[in-house]
């Protein structure tokens, strides 16, 4: 499976900033993923990111408060914009398998807004 | 109805036991299936895909039932480093092109000595 690495692991921000966290894969993919994991809760996808088009986001999420760049094939970017604490989760990034449909995770980040 | 249901936990059992998590998903028409386990403060790791004929590995075994729409994970002779969240995964259809994944709430495990 692929190496994958986020930064920062975990920040705390005050309400009304936002914050841009990095996915770095060590092998060139197709498809990256952003998922959420709120407190206690399972993981829900944000958004998919194609590399050189723009990211495809699910019900519930939109493009003005989660910005998503995929400049290449080995990196993207997620922003949370104008946090609130409601946006205290764990943030996922995560490609899919070689050779079937599993996906595989970065080590996330949480981010704690104040 | 959710889309993935799982056993609530948590399931307390003592090492040495066998327990059972049950899933079941809404869409019939789900293509692919997986157990994931995810460590307190930690990212999900694929613990194994699910195939139609059922599959092992080792101590796991996981069993699909496309006509009940319902998976299942058996642990056997459970360790302490099974200690765990167990979620339940599905690749649903119409994802539009892509491997979307819907994850269940998941199952809490702890062993004890």
């Known amino acids: 499976s692929a190496v994958i690495s986020q930064k920062p692991s975990r920040d705390i921000c005050q309400r009304g900033t936002s914050l841009t966290i990095q996915c770095q894969v060590d092998?060139?993919?197709?498809?990256m993923f952003w998922y959420r994991q709120q407190p206690g809760q399972s993981l829900t996808l944000i958004a998919t990111a194609n590399q050189g088009s723009e990211a495809t986001y699910e019900s519930g999420f939109v493009i003005d408060k989660f910005p998503i760049s995929r400049p290449n094939l080995t990196f993207s970017t997620l922003t949370v914009s104008n946090m609130s604490p409601e946006d205290s989760s764990i943030y996922l990034c995560?490609?899919?398998?070689?050779?079937?449909?599993?996906?595989?995770f970065g080590p996330g980040t949480r981010l704690t807004v104040l | 109805r959710k889309e993935v249901e799982q056993d609530p936990g948590p399931f307390n059992v003592p090492e040495g036991a066998t327990v059972t998590f049950n899933c079941t998903y809404s869409n019939s028409a789900s293509q692919s299936f997986f157990w994931y386990r995810q460590d307190c403060r930690k990212e999900p790791k694929l613990l194994m895909s699910v195939y139609s004929s059922g599959n092992e590995d080792g101590r796991f075994t996981a069993q699909l039932n496309r006509a009940s729409q319902y998976i299942s994970l058996l642990i056997r002779d459970s360790k302490l480093s099974d200690s765990a969240t167990y979620l339940c995964?599905?690749?649903?259809?119409?994802?539009?092109?892509?491997?979307?994944?819907?994850f269940g709430a998941g199952t809490r495990l702890a062993v004890h000595p």
């Open positions: 995964v599905v690749n649903p259809p119409g994802s539009g092109g892509y491997n979307k994944l819907i």
């Open positions: 995560s490609v899919e398998g070689f050779t079937s449909n599993e996906q595989f």
């Open positions: 092998s060139q993919v197709t498809m």
